[in-house]
């Protein structure tokens, strides 16, 4: 399996990204898959995910209603909208899928 993220840069507070998560191997509709991030010094956490079909998200209370998480089955892919965003926003954010990591992709939201 190979999960690739990408979307991350630099943003001003109250900017907006989108990451993306592409994966490989068949069944993709059939797995949850969810986002995670990691500050410097802190440990990983989670940030949101998503079922197969994408009827049921889950995102957490640091996120809720700035972050929406979506998904493509027909392209692998899973999104994360983020807006709004803070400067603790700043981490590196994982894709798991599968059990699954890649290797990340880096939000820096600062002034």
């Known amino acids: 399996l190979q999960v690739v993220e990408s979307g991350g840069g630099f943003v001003q507070p109250g900017g907006s990204l989108r990451l993306s998560c592409a994966a490989s191997g068949f069944s993709f509709e059939y797995y949850t898959v969810a986002w995670f991030r990691q500050a410097p010094g802190k440990p990983r956490e989670g940030v949101s995910c998503?079922?197969?079909?994408?009827?049921?998200?889950a995102y957490d209370d640091s996120v809720k209603g700035r972050f929406t998480i979506s998904r493509d089955n027909a392209k692998n892919t899973v999104y994360l909208q983020m807006n709004s965003l803070k400067p603790e926003d700043t981490a590196v954010y994982y894709c798991n899928y599968r059990a699954s990591w890649g290797q990340g992709t880096q939000v820096t939201v600062s002034s």
């Open positions: 998503i079922s197969g079909t994408g009827d049921y998200t």
